[in-house]
């Protein structure tokens, strides 16, 4: 087939843009320093808590690149100097592996995360180490309400979400599943600290599985090796307060609730974060069919 002069040109044209494209970006200079970017430090003026608070966002590396929307993580725990780093590299490994799907990083930063995490106790155990405590549902409206409408006003959300944290953090996560399931759509507890008000979350777990509306939800659980010497002395016990809670699932879970538990008895309350994450993010945010 002939081509005309002016299809020739198109054809010179595009031949010319597909070589350019391939062609490596040109290497820096020696010596030249550049920043590498992996999120931004935002300040919210919260009216809750009468003043800043702190939240951190990375953004998937096809961001810029498109018009797609993204799931969000909500990390617990959450600042600069907390969480938010090793949740921005498991975010990037997303990109890199594509072991789960891309998604938005929003780290929330605690300020007392003794007091914010903990829903009130006046277990003698309990003051002795944390004195000040009760702020939970506090700092969960703090996430609701001023958070997740920022999040989702700023930034192209799906509308699908998760809520991580570990030790008090998970703790938490587990109270809001328990008590607040409409709040997220996956929620990822990694050995929460049930010991708090003597074991009484899982205690009131069958009740307020039997009460809440858990259609769609997800739950995945995991533990390390948590014995009692490994916190710090405080001689609390981890493992029996996951018991009964794994067991008032496996008894009363809605079927339309989605549940993992996962142990990781070879981790200890400071190694099993990462890896519990991986596992975790492999299952809420698994790669969709055909991808």
Known sequence: MRLSPFAKLLSLAAAA?????????????????????????????????????????????????????YPVLY?????AQQDFIPMAGMGALASLSGQYREFIVVGVQTENRYFELTAPSTT????????????????????LEEVKPYIEARYRTS??????????????????????PG??????????????????????????????????RSLYLTIGNEGADLQGGMG????TGMDRLVAA??????DDLTWWYQPMHDEQHHTIYNPATLQA???????????
């Open 17 to 69: 843009f597909s070589l350019a494209a391939c062609q490596p970006e040109p290497a820096p200079e020696p010596g030249t320093e550049t920043p590498i970017i992996i999120g931004h430090e935002i300040v919210l003026d919260s009216a809750l808590y009468g003043g800043a608070r702190s939240i951190s966002v990375s953004l998937p590396w096809s961001y810029q690149r498109g018009r797609h929307s």
């Open 75 to 79: 990390v617990v725990d959450g600042g």
């Open 124 to 143: 003698a155990a309990d003051l002795r180490w944390i004195s000040e405590n009760g702020g939970a549902d506090q700092f969960r409206q703090h996430l």
């Open 159 to 180: 509308g699908e979400d998760a809520l991580i944290g570990e030790s008090l953090a998970g703790l938490f996560i587990t109270e809001t599943f328990l008590r607040a």
């Open 183 to 216: 709040s997220f759509d996956h929620f990822i507890a990694v050995s929460p600290s049930l010991w708090w008000r003597g074991e009484g979350l899982s205690h009131e777990a069958p009740d307020l599985l039997a009460a809440g509306d858990f259609a769609g």
């Open 236 to 239: 609390v016990e981890m493992q």
């Open 249 to 254: 699932l496996d008894a009363g879970a809605p």
């Open 281 to 291: 993010l492999r299952l809420v945010f698994a790669p969709d069919e055909g991808d």
